[in-house]
């Protein structure tokens, strides 16, 4: 191997040295090891706006076989939590979580989220912020990594380092195409004129969908535990505009509920937030899924 | 009997039998799995780490207490490692409640253990079952519908379920969450004890799933 002079390492690391810096005082931070994966806390623009709000992610890589959970993590598990450290001025939301896969072990199903998820947590700047030089957000997530094998536990220490401008928002170049992705996956409130409807039947809950078109799949996913028998299948009966899906009542719920929330995705992962009152009659309502809350 | 009245007395003891049937089943508890709150609960027999057996009709007049198990699940860690789990094994046996850990891992698993390993581990941990029952092949497991380790099931003296969940309202693996937290088998046998209704007699069980023979990948 030829030896490379030792001034030219000097140019390259002069070079080059200034731009990695740059890098790192981006929105895009390193990712943190996890147990079997990595996590990122990642912002959808390059500063902070005061009086705007601004996405940031929680971006998770996991290896094959693991998963972390849903807000409802279904029959086991837990979903991972996060508490932030921010400067005053400054508010985190609640995760807007995508719609969940099933995990099916066979006895047991969980909800949760395999391969990679972008969590989205929105940080609302107050409009009295100061510009100012690059303030750190920190967060420490607690986490649960399971495969069908064992759980393990975990916390990780994430941070962001982003400058506060009175100018409007700039998108990150960098992390533009993940959030916009995981934005237009996010489940969003049914369309007006779709109907739902919701019947107790003793033993299951039967949701009624009119969408106008035929559906050829659909899962419910509730968002309170306890309500429904997560490793019961979801029978589908379909027709031309509409469909039933029945949901087994879980063996824990043993009080009468009087709505069923929760996130219901179609063919081609479409998920909608649906929020139906239950009823004993048959009777078909108007869609009340819009204004759900998350 | 004259013929002509044979028919109408055979229509009206079909009635009747349809009747004291139809009334039994309205009668009958709902039809859900049997090892569920309110419901009988389903008789079995296991053998201990010890190699002694134990049958749990043999405990009626008792309250008893079924303790899913898998020593490597950290939520069931965060129970005994904080020494939770022993001292509600040694509080309820004190009282007369007989408490089985019951092992439902399938061999090669996590939670599955020889006897020998078993007894080291309740040795090790101080821990103060009645028994630990090794259920390899998940038939009490099964039988109990055990989804996740813990998960804790509560029989009253008549053999009826009376809890079936979750071992504490805090679903988390940090052990910073057990003093806090209300713990659901106490305040089961504490109430039942009493006399009165039990508050909270089905919870969502929360930690591991309970890694049976059967678990498909």
């Known amino acids: ?294 | 009997m004259k013929r002509s009245t044979l028919l109408p007395m055979l229509l009206c003891r079909m009635l009747l039998c349809a009747t004291l049937v139809a009334l039994v089943l309205c009668a009958a508890p709902p039809l859900v799995s049997a090892a569920k709150v309110g419901a009988v609960a389903p008789d079995f027999t296991g053998t201990a780490s010890t190699g002694k057996t134990f049958r749990l009709s043999d405990y009626r007049g008792k309250y008893v207490v079924l303790e899913w198990h898998n020593n490597g699940c950290p939520f069931v860690r965060k129970q005994y490692n904080s020494g939770n789990m022993q001292q509600l094994q040694k509080q309820w046996t004190r009282q007369g409640v007989a408490w089985f850990t019951i092992l439902s891992s399938a061999p090669g698993k996590q939670g599955y253990a020889t006897a020998q390993e078993e007894n080291d581990y309740l040795a090790k941990m101080q821990a103060a079952p009645t028994a630990a029952l090794l259920d390899p092949n998940g038939e009490i497991g099964h039988l109990y519908d055990a989804k996740t380790s813990p998960q804790m099931v509560v029989i009253n003296p008549q053999g009826v379920v009376i809890y079936d969940g979750a071992i504490d309202d805090k679903p988390t693996t940090d052990l910073n969450d057990v003093p806090g937290a209300t713990n659901y088998v106490s305040l089961a046998l504490q109430q039942a004890m009493a006399g009165k209704q039990v508050e909270m007699p089905a919870t969502r069980p929360y930690g591991c799933s309970v890694k049976y023979a059967d678990a498909t990948h």
């Open chain 1, 1 to 294: 191997m030829q030896r490379r002079s030792p001034s030219s390492w000097f140019y390259r690391t002069l070079t080059f040295g200034p731009a990695l810096l740059l890098c790192a005082a981006n929105a895009h931070a390193e990712a943190t090891p996890i147990t079997h994966g990595s996590l990122e806390l990642i912002a959808r623009n390059q500063w902070i706006a005061a009086g705007h709000t601004l996405d940031l992610g929680l971006r998770f890589q996991l290896e094959k076989g693991w998963h972390i959970y849903w807000v409802n993590p279904g029959d086991s598990g837990e979903p991972p939590r996060v508490e932030w450290q921010l400067p005053a001025g400054l508010t985190a939301g609640a995760i807007e979580w995508p719609a969940p896969r099933r995990l099916d072990t066979g006895s047991i199903v969980d909800y949760g989220y395999e391969d990679r998820v972008l969590l989205i947590v929105p940080l609302q700047a107050a409009p009295t912020l100061a510009a100012q030089q690059p303030v750190r957000l920190g967060a420490q997530v607690k986490l649960l990594v399971c495969s069908h094998e064992m759980c393990i536990p975990g916390k990780a220490e994430l941070s962001l380092t982003l400058p506060i401008k009175s100018q409007p928002p700039a998108p990150d170049t960098l992390t533009a195409e993940l959030f916009a992705a995981t934005s237009k996956s996010l489940p969003r409130p049914a369309p007006g004129n779709w109907k739902f409807s919701v019947t107790d039947a003793n033993d299951s809950f039967v949701l009624t969908a009119n969408v106008g078109h035929q559906v050829t799949q659909a899962v419910f996913f509730p968002l309170a535990e306890s309500q429904i028998e997560n490793a019961a299948p979801q029978k589908l009966v379909t027709e031309k505009a509409d469909f039933r899906l029945t949901l087994r009542k879980s063996d824990q719920l043993l009080k009468p509920i009087d709505r069923l929330k929760g996130v219901l995705v179609l063919s081609g992962d479409q998920a909608f937030l649906v929020d139906v009152p239950i009823s004993k009659a048959g009777a078909v309502r108007s869609n009340s899924g819009n204004g759900a809350t998350k």
